[in-house]
């Protein structure tokens, strides 16, 4: 197989198994990342460094962050989820998934070569903002 995927989310343990499976199939992959510091270790747990491509951004909810990010792209896989912390404020708890899903699918839409976009989201979807009481949640 070939193709170029674009995959937010690698640093995490879903991201980075996605990453490899992928890498494995023969796909080249540009992985964003927050930090520059982020770039070498990815490289050394995927390997494959020449099928590997990083885009540095630091705010994936910025509406701009994915403005020339996605270029020649094939495939999106949106995987990273930012965490809440303490908050139990809705619009800070909720804001940075739907901004940052927002964010790169606008930027998708914009870009021909995309054949796909896959979004994945977190079990913090599940969490109650007084906590991790799962169960509580479905009940309601």
């Known amino acids: 197989m070939s193709g170029l995927i674009f995959i ?12 490899k499976k992928a890498l494995e199939k ?15 270790k990815l490289k050394s747990i995927l390997g494959y460094p020449d099928q590997l491509d990083f885009a540095i ?8 962050a994915f403005a ?17 912390g303490n908050s ?3 619009a800070e708890c909720f804001g940075p998934f739907v ?3 927002t964010a790169i699918l606008t930027e998708a839409m914009k870009v021909a070569s995309i054949k796909k976009v ?20 479905i009940r309601k």
């Open 118 to 137: 896959v979004i994945t989201s977190s079990v913090a979807t599940f969490m109650a903002l007084d906590g991790p009481n799962v169960r509580k949640v």
């Open 8 to 19: 937010t989310g690698a640093t995490g343990f879903i991201g980075s198994t996605t990453a």
């Open 99 to 101: 901004d940052g899903t």
């Open 57 to 64: 951004i630091s705010d994936l909810a910025d509406p701009k």
């Open 88 to 90: 139990t404020d809705k």
């Open 68 to 84: 020339g990010k996605l270029d020649n792209v094939d495939y999106v896989l949106h995987m990273a989820s930012p965490l809440a």
């Open 26 to 40: 023969g796909y080249k992959l540009r992985i964003s990342v927050r930090k520059e510091a982020q770039i070498e």
